[in-house]
């Protein structure tokens, strides 16, 4: 019995002369996110994308991949028929015999795009209806909240029967909303903003910091872990890691104790923005909550946007602890996020560091320290490896 995964578009439905382009993006991700896992053919039609197994697949992979694949509303597999009710009829109880064994309501509903088949959708809906009640004589019908929605689609080129669907990742495809780089740690937050912002098809570069002797190889190495996991969501990600020893060393030597984590932060968005534009970038993300520690009040992150000549996203500015770490269990980054491996952020951390910087102080300190003349350095000595 031939099985094939139906997909339901989401924002694309509404991109008007656009559409083609999100839905060709679409589809090249949904080959990408199924590399090594069979040949497929992926076409599109009547607002549906069919993802044809070419062969023998592990259909519940396939499916899970699909669903962390952004731009789809919702997706179901679905048995293939003749377009003849005798096909449909053979085929309808065998392939829902899983979902309807232990189910007590159902009802069917068919949709009928092809309107020279025989039968019209109601016609359609009470045969193969009549027919599971007498296969599954413990059943009985529920028009208005059935256990199991079975569906009977006549198109053009086939039939399909399919029992419920599956809610899909939403958002639009990545790689339609432009490039950006995320400045990624190893905490909880900055992987949620990765995944939120690829979730509005933006294509991510990871820019990491690293410090070493202060910071482990094992730190990098969760960052990476992390990155994997995200990137199940967007797609590979080039991961930049930056030289941050000398510069971080330098602030503790020459600037004020209660100024070290705002001027660290500014240095990262010179950085930062340097970097991203080598690689397209033309915007910078972070994961920076208003009020959440003394660097992310408005006045802080005034200072640090200073810094910056592109634009900075910050996905969760007005949400609080509880609701990231949500996001963040649900795409599976929680347990490696709490992982206790350091990261350039935590290394000489002031203890009274000032919430309400004055631009123009930091400023003063930023030059008498001469710490742009350490930019360039550091950014020639990057290390660049794609994380998939």
Same mark, same amino acid.
């Given at each position: ?24 993006a679409? /589809?090249?991700?949904? /080959? ?8 497929f053919? #992926? ?16 259909m ?38 899983d ?20 039968l019209k ?17 413990h ?24 029992? +419920? ?26 992987? #949620? ?8 098809? &933006? ?12 910071t ?12 994997? /996991? ?27 104790e ?27 993300? *972070? ?11 408005? *006045? ?17 500015? +007005?949400?609080?602890? =509880? ?9 599976? *980054?929680? =347990? ?18 000032? *919430? ?11 030059e ?13 000595? &990057?290390?660049? #490896?794609?994380?998939?």
């Amino acid at each position: 019995m031939k099985e094939i995964v139906l997909i339901k578009l989401g924002e694309i439905a509404l991109k008007g002369l656009n559409r083609f382009s999100f839905e060709d993006a679409l /589809k090249k991700n949904i /080959k990408s996110a199924l590399y090594g896992a069979g040949y497929f053919k #992926v076409k599109i039609a009547q607002s549906t994308i069919f993802v044809i197994p070419q062969g023998e697949v592990d259909m519940d992979e396939v499916c899970d991949r699909i669903s962390r694949v952004f731009g789809i509303v919702s997706f179901s597999r679905a048995c293939v028929c003749e377009k003849d009710m005798n096909d449909i009829y053979a085929k309808a109880p065998e392939y829902l015999e899983d979902a309807l064994r232990f189910a007590k309501t159902f009802k069917v509903e068919a949709k009928r795009s092809d309107k020279k088949f025989p039968l019209k959708s109601p016609e359609i809906s009470r045969e193969v209806g009549a027919l599971l009640l007498e296969k599954f004589p413990h059943l009985k019908v529920d028009v208005h909240n059935p256990q199991v929605k079975v569906t009977v689609e006549i198109r053009d080129f086939g039939a399909y029967i399919r029992a +419920g669907a599956e809610k899909g990742a939403g958002g639009i495809p990545v790689g339609t909303g432009g490039n950006a780089a995320i400045l990624i740690s190893g905490g909880i937050d900055s992987p #949620v903003a990765a995944y939120m912002l690829a979730k509005r098809g &933006v294509k991510l570069t990871a820019i990491h910091f690293a410090s070493p002797p202060y910071t482990s190889e094992r730190a990098e190495d969760k960052v990476k872990r992390l990155l994997m /996991k995200v990137s199940r969501y967007a797609g590979p990600i080039e991961m930049i890691t930056v030289p941050f020893t000398k510069i971080q060393e330098t602030i503790k030597d020459r600037c004020d104790e209660e100024l070290f984590t705002i001027i660290m932060r500014r240095m990262m968005m010179k950085i930062s923005c340097i970097i991203a534009k080598k690689y397209d970038c033309t915007a910078l993300i *972070t994961g920076e909550s208003l009020g959440q520690v003394a660097s992310q009040t408005i *006045t802080a992150i005034a200072c640090t946007d200073d810094a910056s000549d592109m634009p900075v996203f910050r996905p969760l500015i +007005g949400m609080d602890k =509880e609701e990231i770490v949500q996001i963040s269990r649900k795409i599976d *980054t929680f =347990e490696t996020s709490i992982e206790p491996y350091e990261d350039c952020c935590t290394v000489f951390t002031p203890k009274h560091p000032r *919430t309400k910087p004055v631009l123009k102080f930091v400023r003063y300190a930023e030059e008498d320290a001469r710490l742009d003349e350490l930019i360039e350095d550091a950014v020639e000595n &990057v290390k660049a #490896v794609t994380v998939r």
